[in-house]
């Protein structure tokens, strides 16, 4: 079982920039889709960012233009680059990783965008 865990998470200023990491305990990182998500208390966890094992991205609307994924295979790890934040960026964000019917999540780590 791949275990996930996050870090780079905490308080940023609106304008600002900030980079998460997930890294994975297995070496077959590489076979799974990979995923950014963020949930606000009371509302659903929403996607941000996923990159396949073939490194095709998608991302939400809102994060268009302004966040990036990446991965690195060599080190189990993916990142997602956050600029240009906003205070509607603030949100507990977790990291996915997804292979047919297998689905695990990290523990999430909080982002905060205040001045």
């Known amino acids: 079982q791949v275990q996930l865990v996050e870090s780079g998470g905490g308080l940023v200023q609106p304008g600002g920039s900030l980079r998460l990491s997930c890294a994975a305990s297995?070496?077959?990182?590489?076979?799974?889709?990979m995923g950014w998500y963020r949930q606000v208390p009371g509302k659903q966890r929403d996607l941000v960012a996923r990159?396949?094992?073939?490194?095709?991205?998608n991302y939400a609307d809102s994060v268009k233009g302004r966040f990036s994924i990446s991965r690195d295979n060599a080190k189990n790890t993916v990142y997602l680059q956050m600029n240009s934040v906003k205070p509607e960026d603030t949100a507990v964000y977790y990291c996915?990783?997804?292979?047919?019917?297998?689905?695990?999540w990290g523990q999430g780590t909080q982002v905060t965008v205040s001045s």
């Open positions: 990159i396949t094992s073939g490194g095709s991205t």
């Open positions: 297995r070496n077959i990182f590489s076979a799974y889709a």
């Open positions: 996915h990783a997804g292979i047919g019917f297998i689905s695990i």
